[in-house]
């Protein structure tokens, strides 16, 4: 099989993907119960905020192939809790990803199976690399939309469930105007 | 095997990659006999220009896990031909690249083992995928630096042999103050 070379614009100061072969939108109600306080979730589920948006490129899910993205995130908090990504392992744990922050601040918090978790601050020209294995979410805590650009192997699957059960072990949120990371397991 | 994470900063404007695990200069006399005119090479090698800089990251030779890295090509030529990479196959065939343009205007030249050859444009946001099976080399048509950020399977390995033995299919030269891509067989 001949794969074809392919190229696509990313805009290095929104973060905006065109030509990307597939685009996502999340809003609050496409992630019912990921954050940590139901009551605030349930308030603003009448306005029901845009999340995040997704672009991304495709390739065939084969070893060596990569795919590349971009996500862009609001500035917002649920409660006390900054918009953030779903999050997920990846399938195949063997996998990394890379990222590249384009506009904006944010954290990149990454989890292991073992409960170890980790929290990385995100400016413009941040490279980050989520090492095989880890679960990784990717949080605003800035007050412009926070972006970034990333790549992972094409055959690295998702897993979502794992973290729809369990939640990662940290998780972000606003103390005193400032980002704070806390363990998942504090009251809210 | 507990892979760290790990951050490094690029400069999005300059393509500056600090705290690369390693770091390339690549001189005029690094790559004797890259490029067409063998005088005019003959010529610059009393000053042996730089023609670019590379960093990149370090992680593990593993399947999944990935590496990242920025070229910087310095403006200039060879004779007619624009400074370029020297250009490499991956060993393994099946391993694909991004790459992420961020400051100048530069080309990607890449080439299959079937002699089949292209070049696409990079300016600043252009994100482009070397298929798997494919040769790529990067060169500078512009005036200023051009730089690239890119990502590529840990495992996916170089070889530089075919190409300096075969070159690329195609070269990109000066015509009339205008990038131009010929057949590599073309008389100078």
Redesign the interface.
């Known amino acids: 099989m001949?794969?074809?070379?392919?190229?696509?614009?990313?805009?290095?100061l929104s973060g905006e993907?065109r030509d990307a072969a597939a685009t996502y939108t999340r809003r609050l109600s496409d992630m019912r119960g990921y954050y940590r306080d139901p009551e605030a979730e349930a308030r603003l589920l009448a306005d029901d905020p845009l999340i995040y948006t997704y672009g991304e490129?495709f390739?065939p899910e084969?070893?060596?192939?990569?795919r590349?993205g971009s996500t862009i995130i609001q500035p917002g908090r649920v409660g006390d809790e900054y918009f953030m990504t779903r999050g997920h392992y990846h399938a195949?744990p063997?996998?990394?990803?890379?990222y590249?922050a384009?506009r904006g601040h944010g954290m990149l918090v990454?989890d292991?199976r073992d409960g170890r978790g980790?929290a990385?601050e995100l400016r413009?020209?941040?490279?980050?690399?989520?090492?095989?294995?880890?679960a990784h979410r990717a949080v605003n805590v800035g007050d412009e939309p926070f972006s970034f650009?990333s790549?992972?192997?094409a055959n690295?699957g998702h897993d979502y469930a794992s973290i729809q059960r369990d939640g990662f072990s940290l998780r972000v949120v606003e103390r005193n105007g400032r980002p704070t990371v806390i363990p998942a397991r504090s009251a809210p």
């Open positions: 001949t794969v074809p070379s392919l190229t696509a614009l990313l805009d290095l993907l490129s390739a084969v070893e060596g192939q990569l590349f195949r063997e996998a990394g990803e890379v590249l384009l990454l292991r980790e990385l413009p020209g941040t490279v980050a690399y989520t090492p095989p294995g880890c650009f790549v992972w192997p690295a």
